[in-house]
């Protein structure tokens, strides 16, 4: 398989920068970090990108009594244990 070449135009001295802090950092090559990042940025890289994030649970807060006195002991500071 033949491979292509690209020219990118319009890199910005920061994106220059953390590009090749990166590639430092990992010990690899500017060219293969580069096409790393375009090729998972792009949703073409060799595994898929997982979040794990929370946001299934936002909004889904219900108020509860019994939880608020459960917790109510952390809102205070025991001074001995600070001594």
Do not use: C
Not at 15 to 28: I, P
Not at 47 to 64: C, K, N, Q
């Amino acid at each position: 398989m033949r491979t292509k070449q690209y020219t990118i135009r319009g890199v910005s001295e920061t994106l220059d920068g953390v590009a090749r802090e990166q590639a430092e950092k990992y010990r690899t090559s500017l060219n293969s970090l580069l096409l790393e990042a375009l090729a998972k940025g792009l949703g073409a890289g060799e595994e898929p990108v997982i979040f794990h994030d929370m946001d299934d649970l936002a909004g889904t807060w219900v108020e509860d009594d019994d939880f608020d006195k459960g917790i109510k002991s952390f809102e205070s500071i025991d001074q001995d244990l600070w001594k």
